[in-house]
């Protein structure tokens, strides 16, 4: 019965790469985000969607685009993987509020 | 990110002490203000979240915000090993879009028997 799903969990990938990874929400929330967490522990938001549209679109390259196929999935896909790109990424979602609930991440390193 | 201070730490404290973590912020907007905790390998939860100034107690923990002085605060009353983890403080402008969070890098705490 888990809330924020994501996967994979962990993900290993040369540059280059393009790699997807998947996020599913069962708490009914109209929204969802992705944020990306560096290995200094900065947490920025990277995207958001209500009800399948986007909100927030943060100044990130143009190799990530999210994609939400219903509102309790919102899926990150990123093309030509680089180096700076590892770090954890975390899916959550929210019912309209400020309280956000997170996911597990997904720890990215790129070779 | 500069909008949003807080010292990394880490803070290493004996089971039972008060622990005092904190923010500071540059936007004079910020109205909204959060406190997120992080398991080591888990994603954040809200522990805290308080509006505009003032104060906010749930059981061991209380919630400090001063707006005048651009601050705030999370305390931790008898604190056990089970409180080891990162601290996020987050806030939000009131125009800015619901769920549009401010996060500091966080605090790690290490609270040992």
């Known amino acids: 019965d888990t809330a924020v799903s994501q996967t994979p969990k962990y993900l290993v990938t040369q540059m280059g790469n393009d790699k997807s990874i998947k996020c599913e929400q069962n708490?009914?929330?109209?929204?969802m985000y992705w944020y990306k967490q560096d290995s200094k522990k900065f947490l920025k938001i990277m995207f958001s969607y209500n009800n399948k549209e986007l909100i927030i679109n943060e100044t990130v390259p143009n190799r990530f685009s999210p994609k939400s196929p219903d509102k309790a999935h919102l899926n990150l896909h990123i093309n030509s993987l680089e180096l700076g790109d590892s770090a954890v990424y975390f899916c959550?979602?929210?019912?309209?509020?400020?309280?956000?609930?997170f996911g597990p991440g997904t720890r990215l390193t790129v070779l | 990110q500069k909008e949003v201070e807080q010292d990394p730490g880490p803070l290493s404290v004996p089971e039972g002490a008060i622990v005092s973590l904190n923010c500071t912020y540059s936007n004079s907007a910020f109205q909204y203000f959060m406190w997120y905790r992080q398991y080591s390998r888990k994603g954040p939860e809200l522990l805290m979240y308080t509006y505009s100034s003032g104060n906010k107690e749930d059981g061991r923990f209380t919630a400090q915000v001063d707006k005048s002085s651009k601050y705030i605060s999370l305390f931790i009353r008898d604190s056990q090993p089970s409180d080891s983890a990162t601290y996020l403080c987050a806030m939000r402008d009131r125009g800015s879009t619901l769920g549009r969070l401010y996060f500091g890098r966080g605090t790690q705490l290490t609270v040992w028997p």
């Open positions: 708490l009914g929330h109209d929204t």
């Open positions: 959550a979602s929210s019912p309209g509020t400020d309280t956000q609930y």
